[in-house]
């Protein structure tokens, strides 16, 4: 199999029960895995996929109870992008968002794409 692009990406929380309904209940993620982190077995490490487990759609997230919610500062990534099919995707999406009262700042252009940020 060629990987033409990201493998998964992973990121830190806080809080992980927050995290897992925000990622499985509110965005449809399928959790896929549910371990200990290999360095700390006091950390849980959830992994979400898409509904096949397709290679690629991978998303990780690690339980950090004491972790800082913004650090601002140099080598971080400060956003992750979900693909979806188009524009009607998206505004789907902003009403998903909406009724689940998460902020967003509604279906926008940048460059020649639409995009949501929440």
Not at 23 to 29: N, T, V
Not at 32 to 40: G, M
Not at 47 to 59: K, M, Q, Y
């Amino acid at each position: 199999m060629n990987n033409t692009g990201i493998h998964h990406i992973s990121t830190l929380v806080g809080n992980i029960h927050q995290a897992y309904h925000f990622y499985h209940h509110i965005l449809g993620l399928k959790l896929t895995l549910k371990t200990v982190n290999q360095d700390d077995s006091s950390m849980y490490h959830l992994f979400f996929g898409d509904e096949d487990g397709r290679f690629g759609t991978e998303f990780t997230i690690f339980d950090m109870p004491n972790f800082q919610m913004e650090l601002k500062g140099t080598n971080r990534l400060e956003r992750t992008i979900f693909l979806v099919k188009d524009k009607a995707a998206l505004e789907f999406w902003a009403q998903r968002l909406t009724d689940f009262e998460v902020e967003h700042g509604g279906v926008e252009v940048m460059g020649d794409r639409h995009i949501l940020n929440f």
